[in-house]
């Protein structure tokens, strides 16, 4: 698998990412949201770099350019519910693209630290192949994105496979180093210390779905 750090160079993208880890701005929903739909928008375009474009020509009111489109059948597809606002950021530049949805969430069957991924719902079009990118703001552990991943791949086979997150465990990187096959590509924005006893990511930002869309029962 190929992993591509975004933050490894300065640019604005660290400067939205300051503010979603601010437990001052933190509390402010909307700006949260916006924020994650941002640095979805810079991963987007730092991604579209990779795809593939052929050569077109557009009549303009004083004669014809030739210039490249995308060629890539898109399809977009994100981890329910934290993955909707990074969703709505690839969105913004992919705007021709497919959309899927799957849930994915930890279930805690003896309420103690232990858990398991349940994945239970699944709502995308075929993504046989075409270019799948699969968007989630965190990486921890990796199990979640894995638990989809085999889920997606059961019946069909995309061209290209692209993960996006926002904000990576060193032990969720090196799973999916692991598991996931050579042709993927994993987009980091940020790569942070590491997990903590509960496997949440340190220092992390807390819970994404929680911040940008109110706590759950």
């Known amino acids: 698998m190929h992993v591509h750090y975004l933050s490894d160079n300065n640019s604005i993208l660290n400067h939205f990412l300051s503010q979603l880890r601010d437990v001052q701005v933190q509390k402010d929903s909307m700006r949260f949201r916006k924020n994650i739909e941002r640095i979805g928008e810079i991963m987007a375009y730092e991604l579209s770099k990779s795809l593939e474009y052929k050569p077109i020509e557009v009549t303009t ?15 977009i597809c994100s981890i329910l519910r934290a993955g909707l606002t990074l969703h709505t950021g690839f969105m913004n530049f992919f705007d021709d693209a497919e959309n899927g949805f799957v849930s994915a969430y930890r279930h805690h069957p003896n309420n103690d630290d232990e858990f398991e991924i349940l994945v239970e719902y699944r ?17 921890a552990t990796g199990q979640s994105l894995v638990a989809v991943f085999n889920q997606l ?7 290209e496979i ?3 997150v926002v904000i990576a465990a060193p032990e969720g990187v090196e799973l999916l180093k692991k598991v996931l096959p050579d042709y993927c590509h994993l987009w980091v924005a940020t790569l942070d210390d590491c997990l903590n006893d509960k496997k949440y990511i340190v220092p992390g ?12 029962l």
């Open 205 to 216: 930002l807390g819970d994404a779905g929680d911040l940008a869309y109110g706590n759950k």
């Open 153 to 159: 791949m059961e019946k069909e086979t995309p061209k």
């Open 162 to 164: 692209h993960i996006a």
């Open 61 to 75: 009111p004083l004669g014809i350019k030739k210039t490249t489109a995308l060629k890539d059948n898109v399809v």
């Open 123 to 139: 709502a995308a079009p075929s993504f046989n192949n075409k270019t799948l990118l699969l968007v989630d703001p965190m990486l």
